[in-house]
């Protein structure tokens, strides 16, 4: 779960990002966020990874309080959530197969975990076949994917995504979506940010509009996809 009590924050250059929000985003769900450039969807991301701190207000992720986590906690925190960034953030010189395993790696899980985890994760993303592979033998897409299975092979509370589909194609961009969904049937919490309205009209759902700082909209919507399947 995500929850944001009278959150404001502001940057040291004097600079208000986030003025008093109120969100909260349970267990289970798929929700967009969108919103203009300098509207606060980074800043909003950089508390939940508690990259930085709440000016004012309360900020819950997945059971800790953030205004009283100790640092040595913080990476336990993270350990909650996967991040996919638009710019994938892939090691060029690793395979599909250790780009995803490091995420492991780092913690040190067991490597009879890594051996059985990650074919099992690259599979889920429908990347068997380039397992062996490296990333700029890859397309957008494909890459986008392994970012995808990196975030999800510590088996996360939340996926953020942040601007997924930003550097994939139009057709791609809606296969990434649809695996975000797919994960979220399974029971993980989605938080997609995006600037591609288009998917958001298709797909429908909750949407969370950030502007100027603000929650200028929050409601669920239908979405294309669900009347063409009428």
């Known amino acids: 779960m995500v929850e944001f009590k009278g959150v404001s924050y502001t940057y040291p250059t004097g600079q208000h990002a986030l003025n008093r929000v109120n969100l909260k985003i349970d267990d289970g769900e798929f929700a967009f966020v969108v919103g203009a450039n300098g509207a606060g969807k980074s800043t909003l991301i950089k508390l939940i990874l508690r990259e930085i701190t709440a000016t004012e207000g309360d900020v819950i992720v997945n059971g800790f309080d953030l205004s ?6 913080i990476p336990k ?19 599909v197969y250790d780009n ?3 995420a492991l790696r780092v913690i040190d899980a067991p490597t009879r975990y890594i051996r059985t985890r990650v074919p099992y994760v690259i599979s889920l993303v429908g990347l068997t ?6 990333p700029n033998d890859l397309s ?5 994917r392994v970012a995808l299975a990196r975030a ?7 996926i953020i995504a942040d601007e997924p589909t930003g550097n994939v194609d139009p057709a791609r961009s ?23 309205h288009e998917l958001v009209k298709y797909f429908g759902g909750r949407i969370i509009n950030i502007n100027s700082g603000t929650i200028a ?3 669920v919507i239908g979405g294309a996809d669900e009347s063409q399947q009428l």
């Open 68 to 73: 009283k986590i100790k640092q040595r906690k």
């Open 100 to 102: 995803v395993a490091f």
């Open 174 to 196: 809606f296969e990434i979506v649809d695996l975000l969904k797919a994960i979220n049937a399974c029971g993980t919490t989605v938080m997609m940010v995006t600037h591609q």
């Open 77 to 95: 925190l993270r350990r909650t959530i996967g991040v996919v960034f638009q710019d994938f953030r892939l090691i060029p010189n690793l395979t």
């Open 140 to 144: 957008g897409g494909e890459q986008q």
């Open 152 to 158: 999800l092979v510590n088996d996360p509370q939340l």
């Open 217 to 219: 909209f929050d409601e």
């Open 129 to 134: 076949n380039k397992a062996k592979s490296y």
